[in-house]
């Protein structure tokens, strides 16, 4: 693998870790009500998923799906209700009060919000389709087994340090002191927006 193709490789990871979807929702979302501390955890979970999905594909997952088109659509159903069912209790308890007076939740423990990053990036089995089209078109047959480990951290890396930095950027003081004003109307459209990718997931 040269250092040209490694480039290319990292760059579509980034692209494939910032682009919108569940996992940025929630890193958005527990970063404005539970803080930096725990968004850290949640990253590292979502962090976690990815490798996940990516170590799939890099053992063939995509061709599975080719073969047994059933098995991705259960995937893809059981996520979309996961993230849909995430979606309902954030709609439903939108016009609560948080359990503070300062604009955070109660945050939850470090295993808790790891446990819900990991679930959040594995109910989108689309990582394992893009990952395989990754992996197809820059990784050469051959390949040693500590580069495609190399390959593994820098997906890992990408996915935590781009959900850290979502998190941190909606737990400053400014936007929480926006979201205690609203909180029922951005609960609402976090919720809606979970809703809709579950949706999405479910159908494409």
Known sequence: MTL?????????VIFAAISPGPAVIMSARTGLTEGMRTGFMLA???????????????????LVFAVAPALLWALKIGGAAYLLWMAWNL??????????????AVPRSALSAFRLG??????????????????????????????????????FASETVWNSLVARIFSLDRTRARYISLKTVIDRSFGGLLALLGLKIAAT
């Open 4 to 12: 040209a193709t490694f480039a290319v490789f990292v760059g579509l």
């Open 44 to 62: 590292l979970g979502i962090g976690a998923g990815a490798v996940v999905w990516a170590s799939a594909a890099m053992f063939g997952l995509n």
């Open 91 to 104: 709609w439903r308890d939108a016009s609560q009060p948080l359990a503070t007076g300062d604009g955070r």
């Open 118 to 155: 990991l679930l959040t990036q594995l109910a989108n089995p689309k990582p394992a389709v893009m990952f395989s089209a990754i992996f197809l078109g820059t990784v050469p047959q051959g390949t040693p087994l500590w580069v495609y480990l190399s390959l593994l951290a820098v997906i």
